[in-house]
């Protein structure tokens, strides 16, 4: 009777090594805490004041904003104008889109670096970051504005993490609570809460706190920040990564509580969204993607 021939050293060797690269990328991919998520997510139901994101199904996808030839990053809602915002940063402008992603008119940027995000504060009042010199830039914006001068402009300096074109990729704003959220990129990956700009009282000193909350951020488990979005209704925030191709809902304490993915077959998407750069939602909860190179989606949750 032969013996069974035992397995060959290179052989066990390659399989361990197999193993180990994937145990690695889906740490790198946050993969496993993905999965985790998604499992306790069949045993648990969010609540009433959830944006709940996995209900929501594309209604205008890969749309080409017509008369653009740079790429577009980051979007804002104005509740005012009811219109959308965007900019790029090869030649710099801020760009006013309607609900339907078309032009409505383009603002010059001087003197912005490389402006990465915008995010609405209060009628007429903006702030745009320059990602690589962590710049948040206050502007005022009129009907009759046709550029900007960032020299003008009232603007602070973080300074934090610095690590070449790693910076600002995302901007939102809590009117309520008066405080900007702002997305690091990645390397390392993080959410800072800054208070106190842009100043809103003339009359009172002039103070700004920054906090962070590497508990939250540790959370998120996704690659990099392409765009932050807050919604005052339920006080929670939505984070766009574009590696990881995925919106996350978190609640006021960090915790994830939904995802729209960004790949092909989900959520009625015929093919996944590349390069998604920036994210809004309208007064009424509908949401906005903004990818390079100038594809524009809109994703509504269906009445019940």
Do not use: C
Not at 32 to 40: K, P, S
Not at 90 to 98: G, H, P, R, V
Not at 241 to 263: A, K
Request: proline content about 4%.
């Amino acid at each position: 009777m032969r013996r069974l021939a035992r397995p060959k050293p290179l052989i066990l060797l390659s399989l361990t090594v197999a193993l180990v690269l994937l145990i690695a990328a889906g740490q790198y991919l946050r993969l496993f805490e993905r999965a985790w998520f998604n499992i306790n997510t069949l045993w648990h139901t969010v609540g009433e004041q959830a944006i709940a994101l996995d209900k929501y199904q594309v209604t205008i996808q890969a749309q080409v904003i017509e008369g653009l030839d740079d790429d577009v990053s980051a979007l804002t809602f104005d509740p005012v104008r009811k219109s959308l915002f965007t900019v790029t940063n090869q030649n710099a402008e801020l760009i006013e889109l309607s609900l339907d992603g078309k032009i409505l008119r383009r603002i010059a940027l001087i003197g912005f670096g490389d402006p990465e995000a915008v995010e609405f504060i209060s009628e007429n009042i903006y702030v745009i970051t320059d990602e690589r010199q962590q710049r948040l830039i206050k502007i005022h914006l009129e009907e009759d504005t046709r550029f900007l001068d960032a020299a003008d402009a009232e603007q602070m300096t973080l300074g934090v993490h610095m690590s070449g074109n790693k910076g600002f990729e995302g901007l939102a704003y809590d009117s309520i609570g008066k405080r900007l959220f702002v997305a690091k990129e990645r390397d390392p990956m993080l959410i800072y809460e800054v208070h106190g700009f842009p100043h809103h009282n003339p009359e009172k000193s002039y103070a700004v706190h920054v906090i962070n909350n590497p508990k939250r951020d540790a959370g998120l488990f996704v690659r990099d920040l392409s765009s932050l979005q807050y919604d005052e209704r339920s006080g929670h925030l939505l984070a766009l990564s574009d590696e990881s191709r995925l919106i996350i809902e978190l609640d006021i304490d960090g915790r994830p509580l939904s995802t729209l993915s960004l790949n092909k077959g989900r959520h009625g998407l015929e093919k996944t969204i590349p390069q998604a750069e920036g994210l809004a939602m309208d007064d009424d909860g509908n949401l906005y993607v903004v990818s390079e190179p100038n594809l524009f989606y809109v994703f509504k949750k269906p009445q019940p």
